[in-house]
Every structure is written in C-alpha cells, then in structure tokens.
C-alpha cells in the first residue's frame, strides 16, 4: 500500500478562493464557496465514493464510504471538515510554496516586500528543522484553516476506497461552509448524516486533541454621538469615538488575547469604525468556564450602562448575542472519542496533546445538537494570517490517524459506543 500523501490535494484545494463574509446575512455567506463544494463532490463520485449529496443552495457536501463486507453493525463514524477560510486575511490569489527540507532560520516569504517570519516570534519553527512546510507568498492567508483537514479526509477516503481489504464499518463525510463566521451548523443536516459520532479535522500541530472550547459571544456596540462644529463645541459635541475608547478601558486590561492562554479568556475588540456622530465597534467575548463566561457578559452590559448613566440613556446600546458553548458538556458522556484517538495517536508514534481549543469548531454546536465531536490535529499553525503554514509530516500522520481509528470503530459494536 502507498504511503497517505495529502499535499497535493491540499495544494490544489488551496487556490480556490473560499473566504466568507459575515456582513452578507446569506447562506453560504459568499457564493465563491460552492466552487470547492463542486469540486469535491466530483472528486468524491470519482473516488467510488456513495450517498453523495452536494446541497446546492446551503453549500454542503456529504457522501457516504460504504461498510465493508462483515463490518455492517459497527457504528457509523463521521469526519468533518469546512471549506471556507477566515475573513481576517484575503484569501484571493493564494500562492502556496513548498519548502521540501526547512534548516530551522527565519522564512524570507516575500523578497520583494520584505516579509519575512522570523523564528524569533514564532519559536514553534526550529521544532521542523529538516521537516517539509508549505506557506504562503506573505501576502494572503495560507488556507490550512481548514482545507488541511478536507484535503486529509479525503486522502483518508480514496485510500480506503482503493483498499477494501482495510475493515471498517459505514463512514460519513461531511464539509460545511461558513465556520469561520460561526455558522457552519446552520444547515447540516443531521439527520443526513446520520453518523453515531464524529470527529472534525480542524485543529492545529500535530498531536493535538480537543474535547474542551470557549463558550463564545459577539457583542456589537454602538455609541451614538452628537456632533457640532468644534470651534463651538462646549457643552454641545459628544463624541462617539472617545466614549468608545473609554468603554474599551473600563475592560479588564488583562483579560485580552495578548495576554491570555490555557483556560483563560477574554474580550476581544475585533473592529471599529465611525467617526463623532456615531462609532461601532464588534466585540467577542470568550471563556471556557460557563460562570465567569456569563460574568463577562454581565460586567460587558455594565459598562454599557455606566456610560449611559454617564451621557445620558441611549448614547451606548449593546447588542449581545451567544455563539457555542463548551462542548466538554456533551463530550464527557461519549469520551471514547477521546480515548480512541490519543491510543491511535501513541500507535503511530505522535505524542497526543490534550488541550482546550482556544476558540470554536463546528464540533461544539454539532455536540450540543446530537453529534459528539471532539476536534483533530490538522498539521497547520498560525491560522487566519498571513504568516500561515501547514507541516507536511504532520498532514500526512494526520491521514493515518483518521485511518487507524477507522480501523478501531471497526472492531466495536454500535451498542457499546452510545
């Protein structure tokens, strides 16, 4: 049998444009989306692949590789992976360079512009000297976020497909649109899919595992100003711009992604804009415990209101709105997820790294609707920026992994995984 080799896949999936957007309020949130949904439910029907569905007005893709003989009453295991990539960095254009043999220095991305990602701040490097590495131009995002983990599913899926001497039972495949935006689940199809438990392919370095995430809010806030000519102000101007700044300093100063890790959270000012009139600025706000989660929200509504009592009613509104929860609330009944996975991690050889996601995954909302579904190592790192790369050692391990526990659910009764 070959060896599982996702890159070239990966290379490809890559330089088909598939950012979303959230201001567009449709599903998929931008159409550009669909054109990786196509390809990939062609490339499943050439696979051999069965039960395709590609959902031409929402922008799924589901398809089925079927039991193998003797196999039928092993449950049915699902892998899931989304296709778009973040709004924070174009991903228009992306030029994906592979560096067969990395010598551990700083990476020159673009000599013309000058940039460069320096070992210095991302430390993680010197750990893949002599490793291969794909990265980008410095110019977009790489895309790894998540199309390192539709490009390993699928690797995973024509591999089983051309070797059906590998027992496994029914598999189900599923990439949705719009995670990024927190609305990947929005329209799966659960009953569908119909898997007993799955996993999504949407995590970092290799070895990590992930059965624990924020609980998330968005919070917009709007200040609403009055403006006057400033020459004759006093008294009259209030300015939208400064009451917002002086929101963000009633924030706990340490309580920000900058300085935060673990199990930490925060408050995230994610964007601003206005002028004196009137000044809107997106927040998120994040923790994975579900008291101080719900303090956070409490203290955000607070500030608001000290401002308002400052400046009269109305100048500050809040609408606040919660996103996932904590999916470990789900996952600490269905834990041989969990086990399974760092068992057919130590068999391969990788060190499973058991850590809190530091964000969301389409994973939490599925749990919380039915479908138990800690998160997989994908091989990526430094994802929604330009200094994005993927470890190709890692994808590869990463395709193995989903076979090995394809192979473990094989030899297990439906009955005993419920």
């Not at 990526?380 to 190709?392: K, L, P």
């Not at 989903?402 to 297990?412: D, F």
């Amino acid at each position: 049998m070959e060896k599982l080799n996702p890159l070239e896949r990966f290379l490809r999936y890559v330089q088909v444009d598939t950012q979303s957007d959230e201001s567009t309020g449709t599903s998929p949130s931008t159409a550009k989306q669909h054109d990786l949904a196509k390809l990939l439910a062609a490339e499943l029907k050439e696979m051999g692949a069965k039960e395709i569905t590609y959902d031409k007005k929402h922008c799924y893709v589901y398809a089925t590789i079927p039991a193998t003989a003797g196999y039928e009453k092993a449950p049915t295991l699902g892998f899931i992976a989304h296709m778009d990539t973040s709004p924070a960095v174009s991903g228009a254009g992306v030029k994906p360079r592979l560096i067969k043999k990395y010598d551990g220095k700083d990476l020159v991305l673009n000599k013309k512009k000058q940039i460069v990602m320096k070992v210095e701040e991302f430390p993680e490097l010197a750990e893949l000297e002599g490793q291969s590495l794909v990265v980008t131009d410095g110019t977009t995002l790489l895309g790894a976020d998540d199309k390192a983990g539709v490009a390993e599913i699928m690797t995973m899926a024509a591999f089983l497909l051309k070797y059906p001497e590998i027992g496994h039972g029914k598999l189900r495949i599923g990439f949705t649109p719009d995670e990024e935006i927190g609305c990947g689940p929005d329209h799966f199809n659960l009953e569908l899919f119909g898997a007993d438990f799955a996993y999504t392919v949407d995590g970092g370095a290799l070895g990590e595992l992930e059965y624990e995430n924020f609980n998330a809010a968005g919070a917009k806030l709007i200040v609403n100003g009055r403006n006057t000519h400033p020459g004759s102000a006093k008294g009259k101007m209030k300015n939208a711009i400064l009451i917002a700044q002086e929101f963000q300093s009633l924030l706990p100063t340490f309580e920000n992604p900058m300085y935060t890790e673990g199990y930490e959270g925060f408050y995230h000012l994610d964007q601003i804009s206005g002028c004196v009139d009137k000044t809107v600025c997106d927040y998120i706000i994040r923790d994975h415990d579900k008291e101080l989660f719900e303090k956070k929200k409490a203290f955000f509504l607070e500030c608001a209101a000290f401002l308002n009592r400052k400046y009269g009613e109305g100048t500050v509104q809040v609408e606040l709105k919660d996103s996932y929860y904590n999916m470990c609330e789900v996952l600490e009944g269905a834990m041989h997820l969990v086990e399974n996975a760092k068992a057919a991690m130590e068999e391969l050889g990788i060190v499973p790294k058991v850590m809190p996601i530091r964000g969301g995954t389409d994973g939490a909302r599925l749990s919380f609707l039915g479908l138990p579904c800690p998160n997989l190592c994908t091989g990526g790192a430094n994802y929604h920026s330009r200094f994005e790369y993927v470890h190709v050692q890692g994808m590869e391990k990463t395709a193995e992994l989903l076979v090995r526990l394809v192979e473990t659910y094989a030899n297990q009764k439906r009955t005993c995984c419920k």
